[in-house]
């Protein structure tokens, strides 16, 4: 069943994994603008696993709030992996929570900066390890369907992270 766009089968999935390990999750986000924390706010009793998450647009909040590093984060106007990985590994402490999950990229284009094709780095994080960075693109043009793609993209990833793996 999709709901917004997203897959509550495999987000219920998920938090049936998380459950059954005792353990929870965070996110910090950026280009999603929120639609990470939205999706995992519909699974059943998402308060038992989801300790929430963090929208951060800009180098002096992600500085701020999640401790970026801000001379390379400006260089790459705070969408990098490094980015993503720093983000992650602070939204897991920021919120006590065993998964982090980080992303940042662009959903429109940003001529001025020379960006034209819409990507995204994300990280996946647990207990403070990377388990995932990589980066994303998409051929979606409209602003909310390349956040749709991007959340789906990261859902899926931790989906089979959380099925194939035993962490």
Excluded at 21 to 46: H, I, K, M, P, Y
Excluded at 148 to 163: E, S
Aim: net charge negative; glycine share 6%.
């Amino acid at each position: 069943m999709m709901d917004d766009g997203y897959n509550l089968k495999k987000i219920n999935s998920i938090k049936d994994v998380l459950l059954q390990r005792e353990q929870t999750l965070a996110v910090a986000e950026s280009v999603t603008a929120g639609q990470l924390q939205v999706a995992f706010s519909l699974a059943d009793n998402a308060t038992q696993f989801f300790q929430g998450g963090i929208t951060v647009y800009n180098l002096g909040q992600k500085s701020r709030h999640l401790h970026i590093e801000p001379i390379q984060a400006e260089n790459d106007n705070c969408v990098s992996e490094k980015v993503s990985l720093q983000m992650a590994v602070q939204v897991c402490e920021m919120f006590s929570s065993d998964w982090g999950i980080a992303i940042t990229g662009y959903a429109s284009p940003v001529p001025e900066l020379g960006i034209e094709k819409l990507y995204a780095c994300y990280a996946i994080c647990f207990r403070g390890e990377c388990i995932v960075n990589d980066t994303v693109h998409t051929r979606q043009e409209h602003p909310l369907s390349v956040r749709t793609f991007f959340t789906n993209h990261v859902l899926d990833q931790l989906y089979g992270i959380c099925i194939q793996q035993e962490v």
